[in-house]
């Protein structure tokens, strides 16, 4: 065989092994993440009454928001919402795992009011990447890292908890354990 031949032979060869393996194994998205712009941290963690879903919460936001935009949820279009602290919110809300390993559904950006239809996934353990879509064309994907630190005003508490994050009425499963900052079930006490 000609060696050109052969070298062809073994790169369909690794092709094909690499096809049969499938795609690369998915990293965990829970967590604690810095977004990309450096103005929030998002903690992400199953939920749901099975906690088949995705949903991830404001556990922190840069101080320097709060005096350019205010603490409440203003622009949220829900009237009963637009009273409530923007820092503890539910802002991913309970995405749907998909086919590829991706979880896909809504994100309220309570800046501005909106939501958004996202795909989130991790390929890596620090890094998680959210791909936001207006009108299913105009689309971004953002780069969010881990993060263990804690920031001076960051809920740490479990969701649902004095002191932590708020699901909102839609994601709150009943007979639903509180959840501590690593996702994990809380400890009764």
């Avoid at 539910?90 to 991706?102: E, K, S, T, V, Y």
């Avoid at 689309?139 to 994050?165: I, K, M, N």
């Avoid at 354990?177 to 996702?183: Q, Y």
Wanted: with cysteine; net charge neutral; charged share 20%.
């Amino acid at each position: 065989m000609p060696p050109i031949l052969a070298r062809l032979v073994t790169v369909a060869l690794i092709g094909v092994a690499a096809m049969e393996s499938g795609p690369a194994a998915a990293a965990d998205p829970t967590g604690t993440w810095l977004t990309e712009d450096g103005r929030a941290r998002v903690r992400t963690e199953p939920c749901g009454p099975d906690h088949a879903h995705l949903c991830g919460y404001v556990v922190w936001r840069n101080p320097k928001d709060d005096k350019a935009q205010g603490p409440l949820d203003k622009a949220n279009p829900d009237p009963r919402r637009q009273a409530r602290p923007l820092l503890g919110h539910q802002m991913i809300l309970g995405l749907a795992p998909d086919a590829d390993g991706r979880y896909a559904g809504k994100i309220y950006n309570g800046d501005n009011g909106k939501s958004y239809d996202v795909s989130i996934w991790s390929e890596t353990p620090s890094a998680l990447s959210v791909r936001g879509c207006l009108l299913a064309v105009l689309c971004g994907t953002q780069t969010w890292t881990r993060v263990t630190s804690v920031e001076p005003g960051q809920l740490q508490a479990a969701t649902d908890a004095p002191g932590g994050p708020r699901s909102d009425p839609e994601w709150v499963a009943t007979g639903t354990k509180a959840r501590t900052a690593d996702g994990k079930p809380a400890q009764p006490r």
